[in-house]
């Protein structure tokens, strides 16, 4: 019998979502999630490469008790079936966010996005929509980069850039499969994406995820990272952004979220996690959920708050004012 791509018990296990649905974008279906209270702030997440909606789960644990949030696989992950000839490129990424926004935000209403990865690339994909600039509040930008993967990428150390290039298309590139997840493709599967102090639960949970991804897709989407170019992308997100690196990131190396970070015209803060690799939310999701969290207060807190009935927010700050005393007593 075939084990489920992802944990099935425990905090990296995938919580049942309020409501799911297919979200079509062009000749794809987006399996979607929606979590969390109806009416609260919402977080838009898109994971990366070989990952799925179960790469979220502990921030979807932290984040669901009071935000509306919003996860998806990207074509050919999870439940979302591979594109035929043709589907893999940016652009077609960067349709699947506007589709996922579109379907699921109400008229008018603004998100945080955090991609991280490739879903830190769709975002960059997306930058010149007039769907992303009107939609996202602020984005955060998490273990990913603009351009130079192959070239930057330390997964095969050799000392120069053209050697790096060639090593790491053979590893992007490749669809041999990934073979079951046992104590060696765990052990691999943490050098090259996690740090060095990552739990073994956190590797089992990652490599349940990775290994769940079909060789084809794997394949197909490592073609375009190796051919990434979003510079320009980045250049033109123009909302309040923030980027978020580990240290001992393998796969994009603090080089490139210093890079990214130069280049976005509203970056508010570069945070480098130290001894962390690649997979950042599961690694420590605490540090990723408290930057999502900074950012719907800095700017979608206060968008609620003004959209609420008059009533609703004399109630709400009734019982704010009752909570308060309730604790000084």
């Not at 000749?27 to 490469?49: C, N, Q």
């Not at 799925?52 to 009071?66: G, K, Q």
């Not at 800095?298 to 708050?305: I, N, R, V, W, Y």
């Amino acid at each position: 019998m075939k084990r489920p791509g992802h944990v099935t018990s425990g905090p990296y296990a995938p919580p049942p979502p309020r409501r799911a649905l297919h979200v079509a974008s062009g000749g794809s279906r987006l399996y979607t999630e929606i979590h969390g209270p109806e009416d609260a702030p919402a977080v838009v997440l898109a994971h990366g490469w070989t990952c799925s909606t179960a790469f979220w789960a502990p921030i979807v644990r932290d984040l669901a008790a009071d935000h509306r949030v919003i996860v998806y696989d990207q074509r050919g992950h999870g439940r979302s079936p591979a594109p035929g000839p043709g589907g893999y490129s940016t652009a077609a990424l960067a349709d699947d966010l506007t589709a996922v926004l579109e379907a699921t935000l109400a008229p008018g209403e603004r998100a945080v996005i955090g991609g991280h990865s490739m879903g830190g690339m769709t975002i960059m994909a997306a930058a010149g929509r007039p769907v992303l600039r009107e939609r996202a509040a602020a984005v955060l930008l998490c273990s990913t980069g603009a351009a130079d993967l192959p070239a930057e990428a330390r997964v095969i150390p050799l000392r120069t850039p053209r050697g790096r290039r060639r090593a790491h298309r053979l590893m992007l590139l490749s669809r041999a499969p990934l073979g079951p997840v046992g104590p060696v493709s765990k052990a691999a599967l943490k050098y090259a994406t996690m740090g060095a102090a990552s739990a073994a639960e956190q590797v089992e949970a990652c490599a349940r995820i990775v290994h769940a991804c079909p060789t084809g897709v794997r394949g197909g989407w490592g073609r375009v990272l190796y051919g990434l170019e979003l510079t320009g992308g980045a250049a033109r997100l123009d909302v309040p952004a923030e980027v978020i690196v580990g240290t001992a990131d393998r796969l994009t190396p603090a080089v490139l979220a210093r890079r990214l970070a130069s280049v976005l015209p509203d970056c508010r803060r570069l945070t480098q996690l130290p001894g962390l690799g690649h997979m950042t939310p599961l690694e420590d999701p605490g540090a990723v959920a408290s930057r999502l969290r900074a950012l719907v207060t800095a700017h979608l807190a206060e968008e609620k708050a003004a959209e609420a009935p008059s009533g609703e927010k004399d109630g709400a700050a009734r019982r704010k004012d009752g909570k308060a005393k309730g604790k000084a007593a």
